[in-house]
């Protein structure tokens, strides 16, 4: 089931005139690790994007308060359906910020890439590998001659490059260590068409990514 949880809100009192802004931290609800390049929308009553930004590598993000009125926060990473937050009465001078515990849960196939929700300008997903050639998947060759198949699901973080950040590899499941191996290897050398954030290559955290090895048509 998917869920949000919001936890210590802090909302604090701002000059007069000073701007006041939106921000605060967002982790995973399972591993409690920050999640980075996450979209974070504003969005107001009517559903309209007021600002958006994605969250830095610490899970951080913030937003200019907007004018006087009751908004929510969306939270998207591509494949994955969006999660809101409650709503909320806010005002250009003040200062709120919280913590989001997100658990993202993917479509029923996270390689059929679930579209940016429609007012988000500018925004799409990393593209097909740019050097699939001296970076395939290789199906080990043991398994291969042995009839095995499988899969591996992993999340990791593209750059704005579109090159796997190596310290953000998780496997989320596997079938086969030496199928982990594999995935591994590849994602070491894949280059992806970046993804694109307000019309600029960025970012893009991958959920649940699953690696495919089958035999035969």
Not at 38 to 49: H, P, S
Not at 80 to 86: K, M
């Amino acid at each position: 089931m998917r869920k949000l949880l919001l936890s210590a809100l802090l909302c604090v009192a701002a000059p007069l005139h000073a701007q006041g802004y939106v921000g605060g931290f967002v982790s995973d609800s399972l591993t409690a690790a920050p999640l980075p390049c996450v979209q974070v929308a504003l969005l107001d009553t009517a559903g309209r994007v007021v600002s958006q930004q994605l969250t830095r590598s610490d899970g951080a993000f913030q937003l200019d308060a907007p004018p006087r009125g009751t908004y929510r926060l969306r939270f998207f990473v591509w494949s994955h359906e969006p999660l809101l937050g409650p709503a909320e009465e806010l005002e250009p001078t003040m200062e709120r910020g919280g913590k989001y515990v997100l658990d993202f849960q993917p479509g029923p196939d996270p390689k059929q890439w679930r579209r940016a929700p429609s007012d988000t300008a500018g925004a799409a997903p990393p593209g097909p590998p740019l050097n699939v050639k001296t970076a395939p998947l290789p199906y080990p060759r043991d398994l291969r001659e042995a009839g095995v198949q499988g899969e591996v699901t992993v999340n990791f973080l593209l750059d704005s490059t579109g090159r796997v950040v190596p310290s953000t590899v998780r496997i989320v499941k596997s079938t086969h260590h030496a199928f982990t191996a594999a995935v591994r290897k590849h994602l070491d050398a894949v280059q992806f068409a970046p993804a694109q954030f307000d019309r600029h290559p960025a970012c893009a955290l991958m959920l649940d990514w699953p690696f495919t090895f089958r035999l035969g048509p």
